[in-house]
Nanobody, 119 residues
Framework: QVQLVESGGGLVQAGGSLRLSCAAS????????VGWYHQAPGKQRRFVAS????????GYADSVKGRFTISRDYAKDTVYLQMNSLKPEDTGVYYC????????????WGQGTQVTVSS
């Protein structure tokens, strides 16, 4: 089992920055990759960015390229999402997920952290 805890959300003005954290615990040796997902109000959860547990960035959604950066802190077993130049449409709940293999869906999820970007 893998446990994930997100933090770092909050209220920020458009153009501002936030850094989200996803702290992993439990059977972390079994993690293949961690992904960040965004769920806007009334919409489905959508992919934002992902990184392998070894630290290789897998990719970003087009809507965040050049603004968001995903990274991993090996010492803290934590994955970060640095969000710059935030826009009102970035508002929503951000979840991190973990999977065991490249061919598997993300099966472990955190509780989410709320990000609100005011215009």
């Amino acid at each position: 089992q893998v446990q994930l805890v997100e933090s770092g959300g909050g209220l920020v003005q458009a153009g501002g920055s936030l850094r989200l954290s996803c702290a992993a615990s439990g059977s972390i040796f079994s993690i293949n990759a961690v992904g960040w997902y965004h769920q806007a109000p009334g919409k489905q959860r959508r992919f934002v960015a992902s990184i392998t547990w070894s630290g290789y960035t897998l990719g970003y959604a087009d809507s965040v390229k050049g603004r968001f950066t995903i990274s991993r802190d090996y010492a803290k077993d934590t994955v970060y999402l640095q969000m710059n130049s935030l826009k009102p449409e970035d508002t929503g709940v951000y979840y991190c997920g973990a999977r065991h293999s490249p061919t598997q869906d993300y099966t472990y999820w955190g509780q989410g952290t709320q990000v609100t970007v005011s215009s």
